[in-house]
């Protein structure tokens, strides 16, 4: 059971307005941010003012697709390189489109060096289950997921085909010599781990190093899972949910071969976005994980012990749908919240 | 003569165009009710009901039926900002879904023909491609 607070010692400010979809943020300091607006459009925002970046690819906006994260190079300050997700829908005859990773050189507001790193594939006109988000390792790894494209029959099961996956390339999009099925010579060799159906939320583990990952489920399949090399992580052959008819997905919510999720919410909070609060900012959250709800309209704070969720309770309850949320180097929570833009988390002192 | 072999062909080209058959209207609400289930269902529901207060219903819809173009405008271009539907009050926003002129049309009959909805018109994709961003609400 979820619990609503009786205090806070909180409140939020709004830090850029008028964002329909915010989908992706990457924070670079306390006063400039970089934010994707769903429908195409990438903002630096400097001060609250917003200016739409130059120089994207062009974006295949359809159903759950569009651009969709954006992401720092660990060494940004250097470097200036972003990293992206997004539906296109180039380079293949099918119509349609799929996700796709690409990495660029951000100068001021033009894009320069725009690299395409990975592209899905095939092409498909279904609306669902894009994923994605991305995160780096400390080994020099970038992360990134592909939902199931709505073939959850086809794809997730399958390492011969995009789609249900998370990917680790190398930072320059190589394929390491250590991926889990760079020895399968018909697997997509990008692939990490499978059987997920549609990841929208991804941190990496302050303390363990490990990618953290949320998915939507189908209706009381919500899961966070720890991701971890070549693990199958079952969908849709177990699940924990049924169709949104209600009708039952299989009856089998466990198999030897494969991997239990760290947790699964029952009702669904259709969840976007995952951090873990590890500053000092805010009193007794840190070491919390933290998870947007688009469905319930709030922000989960989960209170882990010894593997163990503990503890659930509603922050900035009504506020919107939650897209997204990430910790700032400020050690701030920012949240995505549609139709509303970016909006940061305050304690009251 | 030769040198009208081409305009020949370009006219038998457009002919064949002109003379596409149409999808029947049974026809276009089976393409729209797939298009249904890929893009509308998760706010609106399989039974159109929507959901009180947050997706407006379209099954007995008033704001549907009032101005037909006023929702493909919305499907089309997205929508946002406040509308009542059913004396209710909606302030969300729907973005577009990148569906195209024929989807719009095929998921409009579908609509407009399902839980009980029932209406004369027969959208097409015609009549889609008619409707602007500044098309009045």
Same mark, same amino acid.
Request: with cysteine.
């Given at each position: 059971m979820?619990?609503?607070p009786?205090?806070?010692?909180?409140?939020?400010?709004v830090?850029?307005?008028g964002?329909?979809? =915010?989908?992706?943020?990457a924070?670079?300091?306390?006063?400039?941010?970089l934010?994707?607006?769903?429908?195409?459009?990438?903002?630096y925002v400097?001060?609250?003012?917003?200016?739409?970046v130059?120089?994207?690819p062009d974006?295949?906006v359809?159903?759950q697709?569009?651009?969709?994260?954006v992401a720092?190079?660990?060494?940004f300050?250097?470097?200036?390189?972003i990293?992206?997700?997004m539906g296109?829908?180039?380079g293949?005859?099918e119509e349609?489109?799929?996700?796709?990773l690409?990495?660029?050189t951000?100068?001021g507001?033009?894009?320069?060096?725009?690299?395409?790193?990975?592209k899905?594939?095939?092409?498909?006109k279904?609306?669902?289950?894009?994923?994605?988000r991305?995160?780096?390792?400390q080994?020099?790894?970038?992360?990134?997921g592909?939902?199931d494209?709505?073939?959850?029959?086809v794809?997730?099961?399958?390492?011969?085909?995009?789609?249900?996956?998370?990917?680790?390339?190398?930072?320059?999009?190589s394929i390491?010599e250590d991926?889990?099925?760079?020895?399968n010579?018909?697997a997509?060799?990008?692939?990490?781990s499978?059987?997920?159906?549609?990841p929208?939320?991804?941190?990496?583990?302050?303390?363990?190093g $490990?990618?953290?990952e949320?998915?939507?489920?189908?209706?009381?399949?919500?899961?966070?899972?720890?991701i /971890?090399?070549?693990?199958n992580?079952?969908? =849709?052959?177990i699940?924990?949910?049924?169709?949104?008819?209600?009708t =039952?997905?299989?009856?089998?919510?466990?198999? =030897?071969d494969?991997? $239990?999720?760290?947790?699964?919410?029952?009702?669904s909070?259709?969840?976007s976005?995952?951090?873990?609060s590890t500053?000092g900012?805010?009193?007794?959250?840190?070491?919390?994980?933290?998870v947007g709800?688009? /469905?319930?309209?709030?922000?989960?704070r989960?209170?882990?012990?010894r593997?163990?969720?503990v503890k659930?309770e509603?922050?900035l309850e009504?506020?919107?749908?939650?897209?997204n949320?990430?910790?700032?180097p400020?050690?701030?929570?920012?949240?995505?919240?549609?139709?509303?833009?970016?909006?940061?988390?305050?304690?009251?002192? | 003569?030769?040198i009208l072999?081409p305009?020949?062909?370009?006219f038998?080209s457009?002919?064949?165009?002109?003379l596409?058959?149409q999808?029947s209207?049974?026809e276009s609400?089976?393409a729209?009710?797939?298009?249904?289930q890929?893009?509308?269902v998760?706010?609106?529901?399989?039974?159109?009901?929507?959901v009180? %207060?947050v997706?407006?219903?379209?099954?007995a819809s008033?704001y549907l039926f009032?101005?037909?173009?006023?929702s493909?405008? %919305?499907?089309?271009?997205?929508?946002?900002?406040e509308?009542?539907v059913?004396?209710?009050?909606?302030? %969300?926003?729907?973005v577009?879904?990148?569906?195209?002129?024929?989807?719009?049309?095929?998921?409009?009959n579908?609509?407009l023909?399902?839980?009980?909805?029932?209406?004369?018109?027969?959208?097409t994709?015609?009549q889609v491609?008619?409707v602007?961003?500044?098309?009045?609400?």
């Amino acid at each position: 059971m979820i619990e609503t607070p009786t205090e806070t010692n909180y409140s939020y400010e709004v830090v850029v307005e008028g964002i329909d979809i =915010p989908w992706g943020m990457a924070i670079i300091n306390s006063n400039e941010l970089l934010v994707t607006e769903k429908s195409g459009t990438l903002y630096y925002v400097k001060d609250g003012q917003k200016t739409a970046v130059k120089g994207l690819p062009d974006i295949y906006v359809r159903g759950q697709g569009g651009l969709l994260d954006v992401a720092l190079h660990p060494n940004f300050s250097k470097n200036n390189v972003i990293y992206m997700t997004m539906g296109i829908s180039a380079g293949e005859n099918e119509e349609g489109g799929n996700t796709a990773l690409y990495h660029a050189t951000l100068n001021g507001t033009e894009l320069s060096n725009v690299n395409l790193l990975y592209k899905a594939s095939p092409n498909s006109k279904k609306g669902q289950h894009w994923g994605s988000r991305i995160v780096f390792d400390q080994e020099g790894h970038v992360y990134f997921g592909v939902g199931d494209r709505g073939n959850r029959d086809v794809n997730p099961q399958d390492l011969t085909r995009d789609g249900g996956k998370i990917y680790r390339l190398n930072l320059d999009g190589s394929i390491p010599e250590d991926n889990p099925f760079v020895n399968n010579s018909e697997a997509k060799k990008a692939i990490f781990s499978y059987g997920h159906r549609n990841p929208q939320g991804m941190v990496i583990h302050p303390k363990t190093g $490990q990618v953290w990952e949320n998915e939507h489920g189908p209706k009381g399949g919500d899961e966070i899972n720890i991701i /971890k090399k070549g693990v199958n992580y079952g969908w =849709p052959e177990i699940t924990y949910g049924v169709n949104y008819s209600g009708t =039952p997905i299989t009856n089998k919510t466990s198999k =030897p071969d494969m991997e $239990q999720p760290f947790y699964y919410w029952v009702p669904s909070i259709a969840p976007s976005g995952m951090a873990f609060s590890t500053s000092g900012v805010y009193k007794k959250w840190k070491d919390n994980l933290f998870v947007g709800s688009l /469905k319930f309209e709030y922000l989960e704070r989960i209170v882990i012990k010894r593997n163990k969720v503990v503890k659930r309770e509603k922050v900035l309850e009504k506020i919107g749908r939650v897209r997204n949320v990430v910790e700032g180097p400020d050690g701030y929570l920012y949240l995505g919240v549609e139709g509303k833009g970016i909006v940061k988390i305050v304690p009251e002192s | 003569m030769r040198i009208l072999i081409p305009f020949y062909l370009l006219f038998l080209s457009l002919l064949s165009i002109a003379l596409r058959p149409q999808k029947s209207k049974a026809e276009s609400i089976a393409a729209g009710q797939e298009i249904y289930q890929d893009f509308c269902v998760q706010c609106h529901l399989s039974n159109g009901e929507g959901v009180s %207060g947050v997706f407006p219903p379209l099954k007995a819809s008033d704001y549907l039926f009032e101005d037909i173009n006023r929702s493909i405008k %919305g499907i089309k271009y997205g929508l946002k900002g406040e509308i009542t539907v059913n004396d209710e009050n909606y302030d %969300g926003v729907m973005v577009s879904q990148g569906l195209d002129n024929e989807e719009i049309a095929d998921v409009m009959n579908y609509i407009l023909n399902q839980w009980g909805n029932q209406s004369e018109e027969f959208i097409t994709p015609q009549q889609v491609a008619e409707v602007s961003k500044s098309t009045l609400n």
